[in-house]
Structures are given as C-alpha cells and as structure tokens.
C-alpha cells in the first residue's frame, strides 16, 4: 500500500503533466559558448549562462588542470577543517579588492552562499525584505532563517519604503538580485542602499548575472558610490560570467569573520576542489583584461540591439537591459511548443514556466553569450519572427 508522501509524489507528478510543467533532464553535450550537441544533432545554444564564453578559455582550462595536478581532485575536508590550501586565501584578497571590500569568502555554489549567508544575518527576530522576483536561492535563505519575510512588488521601492516604515523589528535586512536571472531587468542598487541607510538595515545584493559581464574590472554592479560599504553583503557566482565555478561573499572584515563562525553552508561542507578554485583564480585575471571587458560591452550591445528589433514587432520582452532575453508568451504549453519548434530549427532556447517565474509569465529565456556570432542572432531573429505574436 503507498504511504501519504508516496501519493502526494504520485498527485504532484501528475499535476506537473497536466500543466505542462513536468521537468526532466536533458543530456546536452557543451561543444563552444554557442554550440552543443543534444540528440545527437549540433544546436546554436541560447541557454547557456557562459556569458563571455570563458568555460572553454585555454587559461581557464590550463589553470584548472594545473591546480587539480598540483593539489588534487578533492579539497578532501571543509574550509575550517584542512580544505584552506595558501593559495586560496590569496584568491580571497583579490576578490576583496576587485569588489572593493575589506575582505572575501569562497564557498561552494551561489545556492550555499545565499542560504547560509541569509539565515546567518537574520533570524527569528529579524524582518527580511526580499524583490518578489528574487532568485529561489534567496528566498530559500530568508525562510531558512525564521526572520518575518516581506516580499515586496518587484522593483517597486515605494512598497519597499512602506514595509520598512511600517516594521517594528530592530534588525532588517533587504535582499536584491542585482540583475534578475530570468527578466534580465537590473535593480536600482543607488536606491536600495539609500532605503538601507535610511532604515539602518543590512543590504544583501546577489550579483550572480552581473559578474564578469558588467563593472569596469568585470567586478559585476559596482558599488563605488556607497560611503558605507559595511553595511552591504555582496554575494557573486563564478559559474555564468565567468567561465567557471563557486561564489563569493564579500563584506567588512567583521561581517567575514561572522560568516566564517556562522554560516552553516560554509561550515559544515567540503571546500570547493582544487580545479574549481584554479578555474576561479584564471577567471578573475581574465574578466579585469581589456579584451573581456570589451567583448562584455559588445555582448551588452548585441543583446540590446536585438530586443529593440523583437520589440518592434511585438515580442513582450519586458525590462531586460542585460544579455538574458525574456520572450514572454504566458502559456506554459505555448513555450513548450515553441522551444520544440526552435529546436527543429536548430536552436536550444529552453521554455521557463511557473513555479521558475510567476503563473501566467511563462517563457523563452534567452541568454546571449560572446561567442554567439552575427549570423547566430539574425538566425535566431529570423526564427523567432516567424512565431505568432498574440
Ligand atoms: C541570481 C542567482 N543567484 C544564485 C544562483 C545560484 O548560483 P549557483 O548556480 O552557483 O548555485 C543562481 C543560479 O542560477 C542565480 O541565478
């Protein structure tokens, strides 16, 4: 006889078919940025997160097998325990620097970083007040920590002011993505963080999309402007932009320490490998170079010329000012078919439906990437014209 948990499995899978949103994976072979090999056919690949095709870049590449030759394939314990090889901290103090902060962790993925870093700041006493459109991996931090969670309107810092009037709590802390990975849209950090001093609450922003791709040493959103930058945790991934793996957070010299001693995701979790970290350290030369920063400028161009173009004739490509290209149809089965039909044409561009983004925003996320060349967009434009707009 099935248990209560077997039959909600069996209710959920069934529910996610009927709705069109059953998920499964694909086996997509990485071949360049822009190519891949899925079913056995070669496919323009406009899903991929390797923004400034650096997964592939020879000192990427080089540096990680190096490190994975000198060090190992395993960091074989957690950072407290004896997975802190010298060089690693080295890495650390130059993250600090290109972001322009006291002090940097790494720690596993994007996903760890914004879980324990969140619930560490906040807890059963704290508010959080989050952008309904934030990354899963922020929320799941915010409801991990207990904190009174208050998500406001999408980039609607009017509801924001409010909440923050409004909350008896003495600790606050406001959580943003910086560039929203499935709009594309940025927020207004300059009035996040004036909202911060004005509420003397924390700002946790979560640069994932921005790194690499967008700062004058590719350091993702700068925060130059900030007079106080102690008030400010910035969390970053060096898996999309650039071309490797892990993420930082990076803040005042006490707040680092206080992670060190507190975050359980940084704590209780074997250090990334070795190779990842020589991935990381390559990757950080090359986004600070003059040709990357270059090439991030025509890829920011690239994808802006090409929404002007879709807009025009009608595509509803929402707010993006970034190389991620909302195609927002609404209906979950609508994007499913359509992604099958850009697959016939040759193109993987992967349908995003709810619970990813809100019900009735289902969609073709784009990600333009620099190793896309000219004919690859006009091919894709040409594609994506031929769709019926409603
Ligand atoms: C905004 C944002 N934050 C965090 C993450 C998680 O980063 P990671 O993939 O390194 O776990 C993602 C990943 O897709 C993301 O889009």
Same mark, same amino acid.
């Given at each position: ?78 950072? !407290? ?11 650390? &103090? ?27 700041? =906040?807890?059963?006493?704290? @508010? ?76 946790? !922003? ?35 932009? &650039?071309? /490797? ?30 190779? =990842? ?12 170079? @003059? ?57 993987? /561009? ?19 990437? =620099? ?6 967009? &006009? ?12």
């Amino acid at each position: 006889m099935k248990n209560p948990i077997q039959k909600r499995i069996d209710l959920f899978l069934e529910e996610r078919e009927k709705s069109g949103t059953f998920r499964s994976l694909r086996e997509v072979t990485p071949i360049s940025a822009s190519r891949c090999e899925f079913r056995g056919n070669v496919y323009v690949n406009f899903s991929s997160n390797d923004y400034l095709a650096l997964s592939k870049h020879p000192r990427i590449v080089e540096e990680s097998l190096a490190w994975t030759e000198k060090f190992g394939a395993s960091s074989s314990a957690s950072r !407290l325990v004896c997975g802190t090889i010298p060089e690693c901290v080295g890495i650390e &103090m130059e993250i600090a620097r290109w972001k322009g902060f006291e002090k940097a962790i790494i720690l596993g993925s994007g996903y760890l970083a914004n879980c324990g870093a969140i619930s560490a700041l =906040a807890g059963r006493k704290s @508010a959080i007040f989050a952008d309904k459109l934030n990354h899963a991996s922020l929320n799941a931090g915010c409801i991990q920590s207990g904190a009174d969670f208050k998500r406001f309107a999408h980039l609607d810092y009017e509801n924001l002011g409010r909440f923050l009037r409004n909350s008896q709590s003495e600790e606050k802390l406001i959580v943003s993505d910086t560039v929203f990975s499935m709009d594309g849209d940025m927020a207004d950090i300059e009035k996040l963080y004036e909202l911060s001093e004005k509420y003397n609450a924390i700002l946790y !922003l979560d640069d994932a999309h921005a790194t690499g791709v967008f700062g004058s040493r590719g350091e993702g959103s700068s925060l130059d402007f900030a007079d106080d930058k102690s008030r400010i945790v910035a969390m970053g991934t060096f898996s999309k932009g &650039m071309g /490797a793996y892990g993420a930082y957070l990076a803040g005042s010299e006490k707040i680092i320490a206080f992670f060190i001693n507190a975050c359980q995701s940084f704590i209780y979790s074997t250090a990334l490998p070795p190779a =990842a970290y020589g991935a990381i350290k390559a990757g950080l030369e090359l986004v600070q170079s @003059a040709e990357i920063r270059l090439s991030a400028k025509k890829l920011i161009e690239k994808s802006s010329r090409f929404v002007s173009d879709l807009r025009v004739k009608g595509f509803n490509c929402g707010n993006t000012g970034t190389q991620i290209i909302p195609l927002i149809f609404g209906d979950s089965m609508r994007v499913a078919g359509i992604s099958e039909k850009l697959l016939g044409d040759g193109i993987l /561009a992967i349908p995003i439906r709810p619970p990813t983004v809100p019900e009735g925003g289902a969609r073709i996320r784009l990600s333009f990437n =620099a190793g896309h060349e000219d004919g690859d967009i &006009m091919f894709l434009k040409e594609k994506i014209l031929s769709l019926k707009v409603d």
